[in-house]
């Protein structure tokens, strides 16, 4: 685990800074026996958020949204001057946390569920399309056919996946509005969307209604 986070860090930063509050999130909800997991995950998320993003107070050098939005600028340059098919139209993101939070939607909505089946032009587009429309129907059906955890532990788990699963999505979502890119860059996470998609559907319901409709019942 030290040398992967080694390597994380090295190569691909982003993938350990999703992963860090729900790491600490997890540890503390096992240290305290899983009581309160929610309110757990919620605070840790929300106090390593703020302190991110006010980290320039007490380190001057160092400016998350900055980065962030200096990163966005720099891959929209990139994608107009190699006359990219797949930019999406989107406001500058300015470094400040009015502007992160306008965007956040959008962001997370463009990782999760875009180029749209409409928006696809070429094979490869087309290929990403269907599996966002998969992605979508398998939302769709986790809540339709939504079950509770048995226990705590469980619980954490899923909000575990969870959490990595947003983090990951609005880091890639906020800092690249090429759709073509961000299909790649959130690939890490979609083994984490489909546990937490699993952990809360029902499956034994499910099949019982599907199977039941096909056979007239």
Not at 98 to 113: D, Q, R, V, Y
Not at 114 to 132: D, K, V, Y
Not at 178 to 198: C, H, I, K, Q
């Amino acid at each position: 685990m030290i040398a992967s986070f080694f390597g994380f860090f090295l190569l691909k930063i982003y993938i350990l800074l999703a992963l860090i509050p729900g790491i600490i999130a997890f540890l503390i909800c096992r240290l305290t026996q899983f009581k309160r997991v929610i309110l757990c995950f919620s605070s840790v998320i929300l106090l390593i958020g703020v302190a991110a993003l006010n980290i320039q107070h007490v380190f001057p050098s160092v400016n998350f949204m900055e980065i962030l939005s200096g990163k966005q600028q720099a891959i929209l340059r990139l994608a107009w001057y190699v006359n990219s098919g797949s930019v999406v139209e989107v406001s500058p993101l300015e470094p400040n946390i009015t502007s992160f939070l306008l965007h956040w939607p959008e962001a997370l909505s463009n990782t999760t569920l875009r180029p749209f089946l409409w928006e696809a032009t070429n094979g490869l587009q087309w290929l990403a399309a269907i599996e966002n429309l998969f992605i979508g129907i398998c939302i769709i059906l986790s809540i339709v056919f939504f079950k509770r955890q048995a226990n705590n532990e469980q619980l954490a788990v899923l909000m575990f996946c969870v959490s990595f699963t947003i983090i990951l999505f609005s880091i890639m979502g906020l800092t690249t509005p090429v759709l073509g890119s961000l299909v790649r860059y959130r690939m890490p996470a979609l083994p984490f969307l489909f546990a937490a998609m699993l952990l809360i559907t029902d499956t034994r319901r499910m099949s019982k209604f599907f199977i039941g409709n096909r056979n007239g019942k």
